[in-house]
C-alpha cells in the first residue's frame, strides 16, 4: 500500500468560492416545504440525504465511516449542517414525557430545544455558548463547544498516562513485596499519587482532581462524561428529544466492550463507566412514544461526533494597538499565579484531528485581500490539514486519513482537573446535597462567553475573577491586590481570547472581496470548507 | 445526491483541490518522505506539524553516535579539539531537519553546563540559523513540547537570539506567538535563559514584558510604561481641554 503524506505548506491567496457555500446559523434545509426562500439559504439535504446509507464502511458509498475516511471534509461540514438543523415534529423532536425524579435525573429539567444551536448558537453559525437550562436549581449555562475535540483528546491521553503509572506501581509493588507510591503527573500537571500494595489494591486518597478511576472526564462543569460521543448522544435526547440506540455506546457502557468510534475516540468498555443510549435494544423502540422510532441513526451520531472532534479551536484577537496591554496582562496572569491552574497550553501527542485552524487578528485591508479580515470580526482563519493519503486497493477515492502528529493546544488555560473553588462557586443540587468540585474552565473564547461562572451569574469577567476561593483563593487574592491599572491589564489579556462566527470569518479557505457586489454583506470570506469535498458541487 | 468519483485516486484529490482552488492559490505541497515512511504508515504522523524534529528528518545515526558520543563524555577541557571538531560536523550539515535533530541529540546528551560550555554559542547560532519563514512556527512548538532540559534550553536561547538578533523576520503573528512563549516558559527555565529571554521580550514585546517578567511593576507604588505613557497622554490633553 502506497502511503502519500500532504500537509499545507501555505494556503494563502483570493478564492472565490460560490454562494452556496455560505452559511447561517439554526437551518431548516431547503428541501423541506418553505417558500419565499429565494436566496436558497439553508441545509441543501434533507434528513434522508444526511443519514446517507448508514454507518456501512469504508466501501459503501454514501455510509458514515465511508465519508469520514475518504472526503473528511464533507464528513465535517454534514455534522456542522446536523448541528444547525432545526429537526421537526415529525423527525422526532419533543414528544419526550419530561415528567420524572429531577434529582436523580437531571435531563428532567434540560430542553427542549429544536436544534444543538438553540443551545450552543453563539457566536451565530457556530458550535458556541448561550443556553442555560434547569438541571440544576440554579440553573447551568451552555459551554461553548470550540476545541472540544482537543479537550477530548487530551483528556484521554492524560489519563492513559496516569493509568501507566498506575500499572507500573503495581508491577513494582508485586514485584518487591512492598506498597510503592508513585506520583501521578501527565503533560506536567500534577494529580496527587497513588499507592499500589502486592495485592493488587490501591490507595487513592492522594489522588487529585480526578476519581480514584483515574479518568479524566473533560465535559460537563462537574467533570462528568469522557467523550464527545456520550455527551452528544445525552443531548440529543435530554435537550431535543431525539433518541438514539447507539450501537458503539450500547457495546462500550452494557456490554463492558472496548470500542473505536469512527472518529477514533476509544471507548474503554471494560475499564470505564460509559454512560448508556437513551434507547437499547431494536430500532424498533420507541421510549418517547412519539411514534417515531430510531430517531438519531448512528450515521447521524457519527457525523455529529466527527464535526465537534474537528470543531475549530477558539481564536486571539491581538491587536498592534492593543499586544502591549495584552501581553503585560498575560505576564501579571501568570505572575500571580492564575496559571498555576489555568495553564497555558498543553501538548496533544496524537492529534486525531483532519485539520486545524488558527484563527487571529487581521484588520480589514481591502488591498491585501489574502490575509485581511473584515469590517465585520477583523480576524482571520488559516485552515491547516493534517491528513495523510492512502490509496487502498479499492476502486474507491483514496483515503483521507489523520496524520496523527503532536499538537501544542496554545492559549488553552485549563489542567483537565477538578477544584474546590469555595462557596461562592458551591452549586445546589436537588437533593439538598452540594458540588463543590469543578473542573477548571478553560479559558479560551472567555471574552466572548459573559455571563461566567457553571451557572451564568457572574456578569463580567471580573466578577467571576472575584467569585473564586478556595483553592484559587490566593490567586484571586493576588488579582485583587493589583492597582487597578494592572486589573485592566489582566482583563486587557483575558478579552484577547475569543470565539468567532466561522461564516463570517474570512479566510485562506474564502477570502473577502470587497470589489463585489454589497460588500460585506456579500463577499466577506468564512470558513468554507466546501472546495475541500471531493466534489465540490454536491453541496451540503 | 450527487455520487462521488469513483475513478478519481491518488493525485486526483490533490489534483481536485489545487483546480478547486484553482485562481485561488492554496499550495498544498507534498512533505518529505523517507522510505521509512513508506513502509509504516504510523510514522506518517510525524510529517505533519510541531513533530520534534528527530523523528522526521532522516538522520545519519553513524555521524550522530559518534559525535554525541565526544560531546556526551564529561571532559576536563570543554574546549578540546575533539569536542570543537564534533560540533563543527553538527554544524556543517546543509540539510536542516537532520541537523536540527543531530544538534538537539547532541544538546541533550551533553554534561556540559551551559555557561561552562564554550561550545554552547556556537550550537545555540547553529540552532537560530535553522528558524526561518514558517519554520519558525513549527520551531517555537518544538521549543513548547521539548522535554530534555538541556535541548529545551537550547531551543529557548536560540528562539531569544532571533528575537534579538532578527527581530524584522517574524512575521506579526509570530511575534505575538513567541512573546506568548516567552511568557509562558520565563518561570520553567535555568537563570541565564531567563535572563536571555527577559532580554529578547524587551526587544519584541517592550519593556513591561521584560520588567513584569523581573517583578518590578507589581506593587503598587510601582508603575509600568503604559501606565506611564497613559498618564502622560492625559497631561498632554489637558492643557488642549482647558483652551
Redesign the interface.
Known sequence: ????????????????VASATTSRAQMRDTLEKISGNAVNEGIH?NIG?QI?AGRGNNLT??SSIYIIQ??PFRAIRRGRQLFQRKFLPTQGFNGRDRSGNIAIDASVGAGIVDSCAGCHGRPRGSAGHGGDVFTRPDSRDAPHLFGLGLQEMLGDEITTDLRGIRAAALAAAQSSGTPQTRTLTSKGISYGSITANPNGTFVTTAVQGVNADLRVRPFFAQGGTISIREFAVGAFNAEMGLQSDDPDLRNASINRLRVVTPSGMVLDGPNDAIEGPPVTGNNGVDPDGDGIANEMPVSLVDFMEFYLLNYFKPG?S?S?DR???V??G???F???GC?SCHV??L?IN??RRVA?V?T?FSDFNPGSP?TSGNPLNRMFATA???I????DPS????L?LP??????V??FFADLKRHDLGNNFTERNFDGSFQRLFMTEPLWGVATTAPYGHDGRSQTVEEVIMRHGGEAQAARDSFN???R??KN?VLAFLNSLVLFPPDDTAS??ANINPAGSNFPQNGHGAIALT??F?????IE | MQATPRTTKSRAWLLLVVATVGAGVAVWALAPKSKQQDEDPGSESSASETQPASATAEVDLTRLRRAIEVLSRAQADPAGADRRGAMSDLLSLNDAPSKLTMLLEAAAADPTAPDKDPLWPDLIQGLSAIWQGDGINSGMDLMFVESRPRARDALVSSFAKLALERPGELSAPQRQKLTEYFIDLHNRVPALQQREVEVAARKIAGNDVADLMQGKGMASDEELEVQRDYKRSLEQKQPVAAQ
Not at chain 1, 495523510?388 to 490509496?391: L, M, Y
Request: glycine share 8%.
Open positions: 500500500m502506497k502511503v502519500r503524506v500532504y500537509v499545507v505548506a501555505a494556503a494563502v491567496g483570493l478564492m472565490t439535504k440525504g446517507g458509498q454514501f475518504r472526503d486571539t491581538v498592534p499586544a502591549t496591554d501581553n503585560a498575560r505576564t501579571i501568570t505572575n500571580i496559571t497555558a497550553s501538548t496524537v492529534d486545524d488558527e487571529v489574502t491547516t490539514a493534517k495523510v493519503i492512502v490509496d476502486s474507491e477515492p483514496v483521507k496524520a496523527g502528529g503532536s499538537f501544542v496554545n492559549n491586590g493589583q492597582s491599572a494592572n491589564l485562506n479557505l472546495p475541500l471531493n466534489n465540490p458541487a454536491d
